[in-house]
């Protein structure tokens, strides 16, 4: 239980305000981002909004392509992987997030928490796999991103994905 509060303890830093937004982004700091060339965006937990959900994963990939890291065409060639979760309800789980079932299984052989974490609606989380050891290297958490509603968000979704990126890859401490 220890070891599954400090994994979730290890993503909560720097919190930045602008208007209704709140993003904040943490790491991994032992991770080396420098090795990292490929990655591949999906969607982990949909938000009922399929043209916003796919402008996210174009969001995303706009700002990683921007840091000089390339899509790649399937997660099986991908270095990481990259998740995107939306909350219009009012409560998820990281379980939710990577497993479609109470038992255990999880999203690709990544770990699974059973911890109980509350997300406000409209949360938008980006989280970053290595996809050799499956281990999370990356969170990024906007509140006030994410709707249901059709006409919204492409905006929102476009200035927290480059708020959530802004100091990204980081810098490997050395």
């Given at each position: 239980?220890?070891?599954?509060?400090?994994?979730?303890?290890?993503?909560?830093?720097?919190?930045?305000?602008?208007?209704a937004q709140t993003v904040n982004a943490n790491y991994d700091p032992a991770y080396d981002f420098s090795k990292v060339k490929s990655f591949y965006v999906d969607i982990g937990t949909a938000w009922?909004?399929?043209?916003?959900?796919?402008?996210?994963?174009?969001?995303?990939?706009?700002?990683?392509?921007?840091?000089?890291?390339?899509?790649?065409?399937?997660?099986?060639?991908?270095?990481?992987?990259?998740?995107?979760?939306?909350?219009?309800?009012?409560?998820?789980?990281?379980?939710?997030?990577?497993?479609?079932?109470?038992?255990?299984?999880?999203?690709?052989?990544?770990?699974?928490?059973?911890?109980?974490?509350?997300?406000?609606?409209?949360?938008?989380?980006?989280?970053?796999?290595?996809?050799?050891?499956?281990?999370?290297?990356?969170?990024?958490?906007?509140?006030?991103?994410?709707?249901?509603?059709?006409?919204?968000?492409?905006?929102?979704?476009?200035?927290?994905?480059?708020?959530?990126?802004?100091?990204?890859?980081?810098?490997?401490?050395?």
């Open positions: 239980m220890k070891t599954k509060l400090a994994v979730i303890s290890i993503f909560v830093l720097t919190a930045l305000c602008v208007s009922g909004n399929p043209t916003n959900e796919e402008h996210a994963k174009q969001a995303v990939t706009r700002e990683l392509t921007a840091k000089g890291w390339t899509p790649a065409p399937d997660p099986s060639t991908a270095d990481v992987h990259v998740m995107i979760h939306g909350a219009t309800a009012t409560k998820h789980t990281i379980q939710e997030f990577y497993s479609g079932n109470a038992g255990g299984e999880d999203y690709n052989g990544m770990a699974v928490s059973s911890h109980e974490v509350s997300f406000k609606a409209g949360t938008a989380i980006i989280d970053i796999f290595d996809a050799k050891t499956k281990k999370l290297i990356f969170r990024g958490y906007g509140e006030d991103e994410v709707s249901d509603k059709p006409e919204k968000n492409r905006q929102k979704i476009d200035n927290g994905v480059a708020k959530m990126f802004k100091d990204f890859p980081p810098k490997t401490k050395g």
